[in-house]
């Protein structure tokens, strides 16, 4: 019995040092600039899918909705919370941006929290966890000055 001890005592000893040999100093630290930088998904919830997607529209009032959802239920919904907590917004560059940033136009992905709180209204109007652009819309032409 003691022979069987000492085999599963080197046993683990040598996964160890093998697990640990992996984590050497010669691994590029994460903050080294030759490491690649990571995807900003950090609101993403380990959700590779968003839960719908569509195209922004600005309605009268300025403030950004869903249009041409990707699911009938979430069409025309406010992209904005019940409580009024800033959603986390992704550009499509991956930098951070907020709701305001959106534009008329721009093909957005949209991130629900696990358990979404929806309030069952037309149109509905859900809590939501993170907004990414996925293809940013073309800029508005400028106005040719009349000449």
Do not use: K
């Given at each position: 019995?003691?022979?069987?001890?000492?085999?599963?005592?080197?046993?683990?000893?040598?996964?160890?040092?093998?697990?640990?040999?992996?984590?050497?100093?010669?691994?590029?630290?994460?903050?080294?600039?030759?490491?690649?930088?990571?995807?900003?998904?950090?609101?993403?919830?380990?959700?590779?899918?968003?839960?719908?997607t569509g195209?922004?529209?600005?309605?009268?009032?300025?403030?950004?909705?869903?249009?041409?959802?990707?699911?009938?239920?979430?069409?025309?919904?406010?992209?904005?919370?019940?409580?009024?907590?800033?959603?986390?917004?992704?550009?499509?560059?991956?930098?951070?941006?907020?709701?305001?940033?959106?534009?008329?136009?721009?093909?957005?992905?949209?991130?629900?929290p696990p358990?979404?709180?929806?309030?069952?209204?037309?149109?509905?109007?859900?809590?939501?966890?993170?907004?990414?652009?996925?293809?940013?819309?073309?800029?508005?032409?400028?106005?040719?000055?009349?000449?």
């Amino acid at each position: 019995m003691t022979a069987t001890r000492t085999a599963a005592a080197l046993l683990s000893s040598a996964l160890l040092a093998v697990l640990a040999a992996g984590c050497t100093a010669t691994d590029v630290p994460a903050a080294s600039p030759a490491s690649p930088t990571p995807p900003a998904t950090e609101h993403l919830g380990e959700q590779p899918t968003p839960d719908v997607t569509g195209v922004v529209a600005v309605d009268a009032d300025g403030r950004p909705t869903l249009s041409q959802a990707s699911d009938d239920y979430f069409e025309a919904m406010p992209l904005g919370t019940f409580d009024e907590e800033p959603v986390p917004v992704l550009a499509a560059d991956g930098s951070r941006v907020t709701l305001a940033d959106l534009r008329d136009g721009d093909r957005i992905e949209i991130w629900l929290p696990p358990v979404a709180l929806c309030g069952e209204s037309m149109p509905v109007q859900c809590e939501l966890r993170t907004v990414r652009v996925a293809e940013a819309a073309e800029p508005a032409p400028s106005p040719t000055p009349a000449g």
